[in-house]
């Protein structure tokens, strides 16, 4: 298998990695966490500035972790969608300036094959077909992995993201961003049976319920009214158990609907990708439900649930074996479809 350098630049992480044969020779990843926790969010002008002062030096590094020079690379990565237009550009441009300097190959990579290729890095041996649940601060889906490049979404969040519902409750609460490892940290000392939370599901117009999607929107609001009313008693607000019962109602609907989607498609395991594959309780009770219906679920390892660039090298790889490239003049994109991904290459069907 080719042997990648891939960056990741799609929202305030800057990323490099060389990957070889889906083996991580090296990942460098520069947060900006600090700089955004300020403001509550990532501000996206201050996040592509960010990026243009860490992108040289994560590149230096990488190289240097992996004991490699350039003529060792095979072919040079870059996320080219979906995410902020401002950072895609400073990764992309790197990459086809790095490509034309080198004379190697530019394989553009869509952000959320990267999470589903981030489990390829835990297991080697994976293969398709599989169902993915993709659960980051920006996307909540279920993907149907039928080989590399071919995918199909049979569900998705209808509103928030669960990672964004977790940001927005851990603002609601006061404990500053990122919300997702604070409400975890904090749900271990919280009764997760303490308040009843509205699961979400998304009404059909003819009726019932669709059976895949997700809404976390309702629950956002629940837990509002709830501190609300909590601070209307003059009570303490007790952190621990809100954030164990909201953590709780997430985790339990997202297994709900990841466990009946793998059956009804006869699906033999369940990968799971994005910042939220890091929840200790989506991983608990996903974990103890595969298990009753027989099902291999699988997670990547901690450090490659959040963005990173070793994924991206990992599925760059691939498509690069393939005989997948991307022409020079590839663009980002704010939005796109996973099932458009062939598109970003020359043997796909869209950009030649």
Known sequence: MATVLAIETSCDETAV???KNRHVLSSIVASQIAVHQPFGGVVPEV???QHV???NPAIDQALQDANLDWSAIDGIAATCAPGLVGALLVGLTTAKTLALLHQTPLIGVHHLEGHIYASYLSDPELQPPFLCLLVSGGHTSLIYVKDCGVYETLGQTRDDAAGEAFDKVARLLD???PGGPVIDRLAQQGNPAAFSLPEGQVSLPGGGFHRYDSSFSG????????TQKLRQDDRPLPIEDLAASFQETVAKA?????IACALDYDLPAIVVGGGVAANSSLRQHLQAAAQRHNLRVLFPPMKFCTDNAAMIGCAAAEHLDRGHTSPLTIG????MP???????YKSGSGTN
């Open 17 to 19: 990695a060389v990957v």
């Open 47 to 49: 996040a592509s500035r």
């Open 53 to 55: 002062e860490a992108i």
């Open 175 to 177: 404990l500053g961003y």
């Open 219 to 226: 629950l956002k609001t629940a837990v509002l009214r709830l």
């Open 254 to 258: 997202l297994t709900k609907r990841a």
């Open 332 to 335: 980002v994109q704010s939005r």
């Open 338 to 344: 996973i099932h458009q991904v062939m598109q970003l």
